[in-house]
């Protein structure tokens, strides 16, 4: 961390309940020269990866669908979400992390995945940074059914659809996350599926 416009950095925690707030107070020197003290609630739930499972041949993707709460308070009526396969860093590096977040959500046992982006999840608010992952599935790489872990209460449907059918959802709204909205788009742009 260097940067001469930032001093003073202080962290006060706001809750660790599950993962950890704090309120960060810092002096911020403005364009004019002057100092102003700003104090910003930062959210740090360690890092994220999310993957786009591809198939060529079928034309199909795999996504899946949960429901999540903080959307269920702001506008997504039944809180259900259409998501690509992602998950929590823990201590895992990020490729190792999402190949077994797709095996625990999905049920499809990956051995090779392609990092296209990183980016940060929501830069105001939180620490978190996203690993974006494209990978191929076959039919012979699922291993079980998928739907999450029930130590963690995860009731997560897998949805295999026509990308066709996936791309008509980006456009009426019906998929409203925004890493499976970057995934997507990513696979138009690159022509994943020709
Ligand atoms: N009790 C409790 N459990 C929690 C809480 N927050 C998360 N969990 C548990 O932690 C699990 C996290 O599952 P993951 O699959 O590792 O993470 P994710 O929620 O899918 O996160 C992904 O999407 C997020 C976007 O909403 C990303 O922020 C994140 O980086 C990742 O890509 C959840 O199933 C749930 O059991 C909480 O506040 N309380
Ligand atoms: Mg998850």
């Known amino acids: 961390m260097i940067n001469k ?10 809750s660790d309940n599950y993962y950890v707030l704090n309120r960060v107070t810092f002096d911020y020197l403005m364009p004019n020269g002057c100092w102003v003290n700003q104090m910003r609630e930062v959210y740090d ?5 999310g993957i786009l499972l591809y198939n060529k041949e079928k034309r199909t993707v795999i996504l899946i669908k949960q429901f999540r709460m903080p ?9 259900a979400l259409i998501e690509i396969a992602a998950g929590m860093l823990d201590k895992d590096n990020p490729e190792a992390c999402i190949i077994r977040e797709t095996e625990e959500e999905t049920g499809f046992r990956l ?4 990092k296209v982006y990183e980016g940060y999840s929501s830069p105001g608010v939180m620490t978190e940074k996203m690993h974006f992952f494209v990978g191929e599935y076959t039919d012979a790489m699922k291993v079980n059914q ?3 872990l029930d130590s963690e209460a995860e009731d997560i449907e897998v949805i ?3 990308f066709d059918r996936a791309v008509n959802m980006l456009h009426n709204g019906e998929i409203i996350d925004t890493r499976t909205i970057v995934l997507l788009q990513y696979a138009i ?5 020709a």
């Open 5 to 14: 416009k930032i001093r003073n950095i202080e962290k006060t925690l706001l």
């Open 160 to 162: 295999e659809i026509p």
């Open 111 to 114: 051995k090779e995945v392609k």
């Open 45 to 49: 739930r360690g890092d994220g990866a």
């Open 71 to 79: 959307t269920y308070l702001n506008d997504n009526e039944d809180g």
């Open 189 to 193: 742009i690159h022509k994943l599926i």
């Open 146 to 148: 998928g739907g999450g």
